[in-house]
């Protein structure tokens, strides 16, 4: 199982990005899926996830300003960030999670600049 994660980039605040994250080597049949950034000197942290049946998770820090979204005929989770804030600043992995098996890609860096 693969999961490639394209999207980030550099953009000043307040501006929108929208990430990807592609599942090759595998049916869609994930349970769950996330999206996790890690800023430089800080844990990972939970962003978003999806479940299966469409059910969003959201941390508090995001509420309102990010959103994600499946599309299992193409095999890919979107994570939609609008009004960007330096804070969000970070390397963005996403995560899929079937059964007791968990999977993960490569990051995705986003730096907003203020």
């Known amino acids: 199982v693969q999961l490639q994660a394209s999207g980030g980039g550099l953009v000043q605040a307040g501006g929108s990005l929208r990430l990807s994250c592609v599942v090759s080597g595998s049916t869609f049949n994930f349970n769950v899926m996330g999206w996790y950034r890690q800023a430089p000197g800080k844990q990972r942290e939970l962003v978003a996830r999806?479940?299966?049946?469409?059910?969003?998770y959201y941390a508090d820090s995001v509420k309102g300003r990010f959103t994600v979204s499946r599309n299992n005929a193409k095999k890919t989770v979107y994570l939609r960030m609008n009004s960007l804030k330096p804070e969000d600043t970070a390397v963005y992995f996403c995560?899929?999670?079937?059964?007791?098996?968990?999977?993960w890609g490569q990051g995705t860096l986003v730096t907003v600049s203020s």
């Open positions: 999806i479940t299966s049946g469409g059910s969003t």
């Open positions: 995560s899929a999670y079937r059964g007791m098996a968990e999977y």
